[in-house]
């Protein structure tokens, strides 16, 4: 049986498209782009890291416009982040230069720096609020008075007092978890690798990887998907079972070389700052050493990503993790990287899962005409 | 002062300043647009802490512009949709590019901008460090 060209469809598109539009405004409200990037910190954040795209203002636009849907935004911002040209790369980027806005580490109580928990959920009950609904902007003004007016000039002496803290603690720099557990030789030392990194986006991605191209796949993985597969691995469907040693949330400084002249570090180009959620998880394994004595090692697992997206930068630490071990005797599925790295892309499984919606009269057809072919054949058997 | 820290000022700092400086140059050279302020992405490359290797986190949006006066050319790069502030910036570079006497002057105002940076992160810091756990220990 060949293709059969059919046509007819097209009114109904146009008509389908125009109730899409429908749907998004017929309840006579309109929410501008700036409410959303004002008001929808963590949706933002979902769509920029999954999108592999830290555009603020672009990720509220697609959220806008695909109703809130995060698998439709994302896919829009993938797409316009496609059509625009890469012009630099950034300098390499450490993660010990953060403009810290909460750091807290469930392996240690007493680490340089202190547990900082800034904004988060985790400290609240999870009742609805329903005093929101009568929420007005001059309520909000008073309340930003108020958070000002405490922050800095209520009292001098406090100010002062807090302002000595930090210089004595500068938190913006303080050692990481991990460098202190190296120090102290807790933690194999690890060399400064400068390879080249792959970047997924220009070749596809090839197996065996290389540890740049799992970190990136992972960074960019819907946070979903990323959470699932990190807790099966925990649940006993991988050889894991992480400690947080450190969980970071800031802002990272961005700066590439000055393009149109040679120059030194000090003519670098400043173009922003990016918020991150960074993780180290320790994970403890058994290592064999000579005379089948046994001993207790610790390996990390590495998480970053775009905007303050804590459960998935965890999970994501958990799979590198349980990506790195080679050599298990009975690995599964999470151990393997073909099956983490290849389905855990936002764009790519809601793709091929959407496409099934698209028509396959034609291969369905011919399923149908065996199965009538079968039955015929049964019918023919019976009666004879 | 050298561009990285007159570019962290300027982007962190108010459009006021940056079209105030980029002004002062408009009023009294010929300013040609090489590159009108357009899109374009930078690709981010970070080092991982647990191997210290370098892997790609992703892109970041970037608006871009290129101006020349006489016969130096400017750039000016800045985070997200911001074609005003990326025009002034490459005047500003280019400005200091061509070594105008326009920019000795400029050191005194970008300080005072530097210092105003500096003070409102500090009061973030401030805010912040109040959510900084106190640990006591419980007598049972």
Same mark, same amino acid.
């Given at each position: ?215 990136q796949t992972l960074t960019r993985g819907e946070a979903g998907a990323v959470t699932a597969l990190g807790y099966a691995a925990i649940r006993g469907y991988g050889m894991v079972h992480p400690t947080v040693g450190e969980l970071r949330v800031g802002y990272l400084p961005i700066h590439i070389d000055y393009p149109l002249q040679e120059g030194n570090e000090e003519d670098a180009v400043y173009i922003g700052e990016i918020e991150v959620t960074e993780v180290e998880s320790l994970i403890p394994q058994v290592i064999e050493k000579e005379k089948g004595r046994k001993e207790i090692e610790f390996t990390v697992g590495y998480g970053l990503c775009y905007g303050q997206n804590e459960t998935k930068a965890i999970a994501m630490s958990i799979l ?65 | ?57 992703? +892109?970041? %949006? @970037?608006? &871009?512009? =290129?101006?020349?006066? !006489? ?36 050191? +005194?105002? %970008? @300080?005072? &901008?530097? =210092?105003?940076?500096? !003070? ?21």
């Amino acid at each position: 049986m060949g293709y059969v060209a059919v046509k007819g469809g097209s009114s109904a598109i146009e008509e389908s498209i125009k109730r899409l539009q429908y749907q998004r405004i017929k309840a006579k409200k309109k929410i501008d782009v700036e409410v959303i990037q004002g008001t929808l910190r963590g949706l933002i954040d979902k769509i920029m890291s999954e999108s592999s795209l830290y555009a603020r203002e672009l990720a509220a636009l697609a959220i806008k416009q695909a109703e809130g849907n995060p698998e439709e935004a994302t896919f829009i911002l993938r797409a316009y982040r496609s059509t625009l040209p890469r012009k630099y790369y950034s300098q390499v980027v450490d993660t010990e230069d953060m403009r810290i806005e909460r750091r807290i580490s469930a392996a240690l109580k007493d680490i340089p720096g202190g547990q900082i928990l800034g904004a988060s959920y985790d400290y609240r009950h999870r009742l609805l609020d329903f005093e929101l609904y009568e929420e007005k902007i001059e309520d909000l003004e008073k309340l930003l008075q108020e958070f000002e007016a405490e922050g800095w000039s209520n009292s001098e002496e406090e100010a002062s007092g807090a302002k000595q803290k930090t210089s004595e603690h500068s938190y913006t720099k303080v050692p990481k978890v991990i460098s202190f557990l190296r120090a102290e030789g807790l933690l194999p030392p690890v060399k400064i690798d400068d390879s080249e990194p792959d970047d997924i986006t220009r070749k596809s991605i090839e197996f065996p990887t290389r540890r740049s191209a799992r970190l990136q796949t992972l960074t960019r993985g819907e946070a979903g998907a990323v959470t699932a597969l990190g807790y099966a691995a925990i649940r006993g469907y991988g050889m894991v079972h992480p400690t947080v040693g450190e969980l970071r949330v800031g802002y990272l400084p961005i700066h590439i070389d000055y393009p149109l002249q040679e120059g030194n570090e000090e003519d670098a180009v400043y173009i922003g700052e990016i918020e991150v959620t960074e993780v180290e998880s320790l994970i403890p394994q058994v290592i064999e050493k000579e005379k089948g004595r046994k001993e207790i090692e610790f390996t990390v697992g590495y998480g970053l990503c775009y905007g303050q997206n804590e459960t998935k930068a965890i999970a994501m630490s958990i799979l590198d993790s349980c990506l790195a071990k080679k050599d298990l005797l009975s690995p599964t599925a999470v151990h393997d990287e073909e099956f983490v790295l290849l389905h855990i892309d936002a764009v790519e499984a809601s793709g091929f899962i959407s496409h099934l919606k698209l028509p396959h009269y034609v291969t369905f057809q011919s399923e149908l005409d065996s199965l009538r072919k079968t039955k015929k054949k049964e019918e023919n058997h019976e009666s004879i | 002062m050298q561009r990285k820290r007159r570019t962290t000022i300027l982007v962190k700092g108010s459009m006021e300043l940056a079209r105030t400086l980029a002004e002062e140059i408009l009023e009294r050279y010929q300013v040609q647009i090489i590159q009108e302020p357009q899109q374009g992405l930078v690709m981010v490359k970070m080092r991982d802490q647990s191997q210290h290797t370098l892997f790609y986190i992703g +892109e970041v %949006l @970037i608006t &871009e512009c =290129k101006v020349q006066i !006489e016969d130096t050319i400017g750039l000016g790069i800045i985070q997200e949709q911001n074609p005003q502030k990326a025009y002034y910036l490459a005047i500003i570079d280019s400005a200091y590019n061509a070594n105008l006497f326009e920019t000795k002057a400029w050191e +005194e105002l %970008l @300080i005072r &901008e530097e =210092k105003k940076n500096q !003070e409102l992160e500090e009061q973030e810091r401030l805010q912040i460090l109040k959510t900084k756990v106190d640990f006591t220990t419980m007598s049972l």
